[in-house]
Every structure is written in C-alpha cells, then in structure tokens.
C-alpha cells in the first residue's frame, strides 16, 4: 500500500469534510452571531462531543484498533467479527445508559461546567434543552468511531473520511431550512446534529456489509463481557480514557473559564477552534488514522526498523506540512475569519476578537499535530499507559499557563495555553520514545530542517505582504471578491513555499512510502 497516496486520498476526504464544516460555521456565524445563544449552542454541543471523544473516536479507537488488527492477523475473520459483535454491544449499550443519565442530569452538567451562562436565564434554558436533545449523539457516534476502526483496519480510510460531511450538511439544512421557522432558531443547529448523527451510522452499515464486519447487536447490555478480547479493550480503554480525557476536561474548564469573560467568548474561541481543526485534521488525523494500523501490523511482526523508519516518515511531513500551516494561519488570522464568518450578525468585533485565539492558536499547531502523529507510535504497541502520564502531567500545565495569560490576554490566552501544552505534550512523546529506542531518527533532519525554515520564512513574507494589500473588513459587501482575494494569497504563498522547497532540493518521491 502506497501509504503516501493514501494519505492524499484520505486527506482529500478530510478536506471535504472540513470545507463543509467551514460552509457550516460561516452559515452558523452570519445567522446567529456571536453571543448568549451561540454560547449556549456551543457549550450544549461541547458536552456530548467530550463524550463522543472519550468513548468514541479517542480511548476506544486507540484501544481497539491494534487488538482488532492482533485478531486479524493471528486469529482469522471469525474470531475477529465475534470480538467486534461483542465491542459493539457493550460500547452501544454504555453510551445509551450515559446518554440517559445526560439527559436527567443536564441542568447540573450545565451548571458546573459553564455557570456563567445563568447570566441569561433564557440561553441556559436554551443550553438545557440542546443539552438533552444532543445527548444520544455519543451512542450514533461510538457506533460510527467502531465502524471506522473496523474498516480502517481492513484499510477501508475513504468512508470513515468522509463520514462527517454528513454531520455538516445536516446542520447546514438546518441553518437554511429549519431555523427559519422556529421561535428559537439556535434549535435547528441541535436538530441537525442529530439527524446528521443518524445519517453517519447508515453510510456505515453498507460498508461494513461489503467486508463483512458489520456487528450483530444483542438486546443483553452485557452479552459479550465475558469474552477476553472485550476486558482487554476495556483495560486499554481505561488509561486511554484519562489521556484523551485530560485533553477535553482542558477543553472544558476553558469553555467554563471563557463562560465567564465577556459575552461571546465562547463563540469566538469556538469559531477560531473550527479554523484550527482545519490542518489538524487534514494532516494529524488522516496521518494518524494511517499511521496506526501500519504501525500495528509493524509491532506485530516485530519489525523495528519498519516501525522507526513509519514514525520517521510521519514526522517528517508532519513538520514539511504543519510548520507552514501554522505560519499562514497566524500571519491570515483576520483574512479568513473575515472572509468565512464576518456575514450578517457576526460584527467587526467579533472578527477582531476571534483572529486573536486563532493567532494564538498557531503557536502551537505544529505541537498539536505532532502529537497525534507521535501518540499511535504508544498505541500500536498497545501501550495506553505513557501517554496517560503525559497528557495528566500537561492537564497541569495548561491550566498553570491559563492563570499566566488569560488576566492579560482574556480568550486568545485560553488557546496559546491549549497551543503551549501540545508542544509540551509532543515533546515528552518523542522523549519517551527514544528513551526506549521505539524511534530512530533516519540521517538528514539537520539539512531537512535548516532548508524548511528557509522556505518558511519566504512563505511568510509572503503571506503578510499580501494580507496587507486588502481591507479584509471593509469588503465585507463584496464576500466574492474577498474569497477570491483570500484564494489568491493562499495561492501565491503554496506556490511560493513549494517552489522554494523544490529549488533547495526536496522532491515528491523522497516522501513516498509503502505499507504492509
């Protein structure tokens, strides 16, 4: 398997998906703002997503996946579908039983995680109410982050890719369709959570047909807690919990910290995450999604030097990629905030205020790739333990900086802190793994490095030579001509980057790479 190509594919999955998701911020931010009711929207979603992370897509996948791809290899597609029947009933079941008690509890969920919403008892309310509506969206969402481990181990990366589109376009109809007709039309985005929850289960069940893997669910919550490879899951799961865990109770005494700043914090923290998320998931995810079950097959076959030679491959366009991302990303904070959400309600302020977390946010976004790039290498040898340690150590860590910044630099701080403790996280990660000779670094990064910083650094004269030449504001009359102005910029600084890359020497195929 051309690993290289792969990635281009599953990226280009990715994209797609985060264009829309971008599609649906800037809808979000023209129809609704930035204020007490998308504060509430925000904080309401932030609660199951936290959950959806935790059982879904970050403890579970990192403890299913390698013992899934272990079945695979060494005992055969019977013993494998029966191990994911019996994962699937316990971790469906596990996420309803929470999703009730969510909704029973939500008013005090609320209330601890971001009381300055009592503020405006009307958005609380509001919270509440999406609160409880959005809960069930972890059980569609543990059903899908299975399936996606199912088929990425089969390595099947394009549906699971491409699966949150599904969630964007169904709350982009509710932006456009439903909100219209309700008397509090923040309640169309929780609508069109759940419903794009329900579509992302169905794309996966054809799929799962096709390899013959879908899971056969039973109506005992606890059919298959006796099967060995499920409590090997559920021991790996329990460490992974707290270090994926230790990331989003971060997240959220930031949102409860934010909650209490001035009004539509929240908001413009959260819109200059959504611009984050971009390079993260088009480069971290899709590297780490294809990273892992390679890595996993490498272990397995007690392989070291392929295993090295992976994480060295990984690393490399993590940093040829991430370092210029995070460069364009503070020098255009303001160009694309303007031009994806500065619409309608969504007022010069908020632009301004929201370019300065998403500065913050680039200083850190090398370290934030990083780590999903460098966390697999734990993961693959089933190791959940290590990255545990770190990511509690770093929970401190962040919050230590958040009482540093945020008095002086209110939300942009809330982020530099999340943006500084990646890069601390990163670092104990890759000391972690040469300290036990897991990686090697091949020869070349002193010369490879040297001549990236060069191309960097002509980028980036680039790029704010060009954001100086618009009044990204002013043109908010003419969102066309602004779009076009933004591509234009974007354009010029890849082509001037590449080119630059190309003339120092770097070529295509030095970063091509194959996978068992």
């Not at 309401?44 to 970050?58: D, H, Q, T, V």
């Not at 919270?127 to 089969?154: E, H, K, Q």
């Not at 602004?482 to 980057?497: D, E, K, N, S």
Request: include cysteine; aromatic fraction near 10%.
């Amino acid at each position: 398997m051309n690993l290289l190509r792969t990635l281009a594919a599953v990226s280009s999955m990715t994209m797609l998906s985060r264009v829309t998701g971008l599609l649906r911020e800037s809808l979000f931010a023209r129809a609704f703002g930035a204020g007490a009711y998308t504060d509430a929207f925000n904080v309401a979603f932030r609660i199951p997503n936290l959950l959806r992370r935790l059982f879904a897509e970050g403890a579970f996948s990192q403890a299913f996946v390698p013992i899934l791809a272990e079945y695979k290899s060494r005992e055969g597609a019977e013993a494998s579908r029966t191990l994911s029947d019996h994962v699937a009933n316990c971790l469906v079941w596990a996420t309803l039983l929470v999703s009730a008690a969510g909704i029973l509890g939500a008013p005090l969920l609320l209330a601890g995680i971001a009381g300055g919403l009592r503020q405006d008892p009307g958005a609380f309310d509001a919270a509440i109410w999406m609160t409880r509506l959005m809960f069930p969206y972890i059980a569609c969402m543990s059903f899908v982050a299975m399936a996606g481990g199912i088929l990425n181990t089969w390595r099947q990366f394009k549906i699971p890719a491409v699966t949150p589109v599904l969630l964007n376009l169904s709350m982009i109809s509710g932006s456009l369709f439903l909100a219209p007709y309700l008397e509090q039309p923040v309640y169309a985005q929780a609508i069109g959570v759940m419903v794009g929850g329900l579509l992302q289960v169905a794309i996966q069940i054809p799929a799962l047909v096709k390899i013959g893997m879908l899971p056969r669910l039973s109506i005992n919550p606890l059919a298959g807690l006796g099967d060995a490879g499920v409590r090997r899951v559920l021991r790996k799961m329990g460490p992974a919990i707290f270090a994926v865990g230790a990331a989003q109770i971060s997240l959220m005494i930031n949102t409860g910290i934010a909650s209490h700043l001035r009004e539509g914090s929240i908001s413009w923290l959260t819109y200059a995450d959504r611009l984050m998320e971009f390079p993260t998931a088009l480069l971290g995810v899709a590297l780490g999604t294809i990273l892992l079950p390679s890595l996993s097959k490498a272990s397995l076959d007690s392989d070291p030097q392929e295993y090295s030679a992976l994480l060295d491959w990984g690393l490399r366009l993590t940093c040829l990629l991430a370092i210029p991302a995070a460069v364009g990303m503070a020098v255009l904070a303001l160009p694309l905030i303007a031009t994806l959400f500065h619409y309608g309600h969504f007022s010069d302020e908020a632009a301004h205020m929201s370019a300065r977390p998403l500065m913050a946010y680039a200083v850190g976004l090398t370290g934030i790739i990083l780590v999903k790039t460098l966390a697999p290498a734990f993961y693959a040898k089933q190791d959940t333990r290590t990255p545990v340690k770190i990511a509690v150590g770093v929970l401190f860590v962040t919050q230590l900086m958040n009482l540093a910044f945020v008095p002086y630099l209110e939300v942009a701080g809330l982020a530099l802190s999340i943006g500084l403790a990646a890069c601390v996280n990163a670092t104990f990660l890759y000391t972690g793994l040469r300290k036990r000779d897991i990686y090697r670094p091949l020869p070349g990064w002193g010369k490879f490095l040297a001549k990236l910083v060069i191309a960097v650094a002509v980028m980036g004269a680039v790029a704010w030579f060009g954001s100086q030449q618009f009044d990204w504001l002013a043109m908010r009359a003419t969102p066309f001509l602004r779009a076009g102005a933004l591509f234009l910029v974007i354009g010029v600084c890849g082509a001037v980057y590449f080119a630059a890359l190309l003339g120092l020497g770097f070529r295509v195929n030095d970063f091509r790479r194959t996978g068992k």
